[in-house]
Nanobody, 123 residues
């Protein structure tokens, strides 16, 4: 049974930083895609960042480039999202997802999802 467990969300002021973690179990972590998505109330789910665990290639939404960094620890089957220079518009529920195919930031290509962790950025 695949499990993705996110942690690290919280409330920060604009300009602050948070680091999200996603621990994967029951899933062939290597040579697949893992991604972070977010959804704000009343908005569609948005791809934020993704990483190919086999080679480390990364993908980012334009809205977070230069501010967010996705990384991985293969020994721990864990993916991280370092979020710097946070803005109020980054406020959303953030979800970790895992894919068995080439996925990038396309949410429909992801097979497994975590329960989400809330990020709130105040101005």
């Amino acid at each position: 049974q695949v499990q993705l467990v996110e942690s690290g969300g919280g409330s920060v002021q604009a300009g602050g930083s948070l680091r999200l973690s996603c621990a994967a179990s029951g899933y062939t972590y290597s040579s697949n895609f893992m991604g972070w998505f977010r959804q704000a109330p009343g908005k569609e789910r948005e791809g934020v960042a993704a990483i190919y665990t086999g080679g480390g290639s990364t993908y980012y939404a334009d809205s977070v480039k230069g501010r967010f960094t996705i990384s991985q620890d293969n020994a721990k089957n864990t993916v991280y999202l370092q979020m710097n220079s946070l803005k109020p518009e980054d406020t959303a529920m953030y979800y970790c997802a895992a894919s068995l195919v080439v996925a990038g930031l396309t949410s429909s290509e992801y097979n497994y999802w975590g329960q989400g962790t809330q990020v709130t950025v105040s101005s």
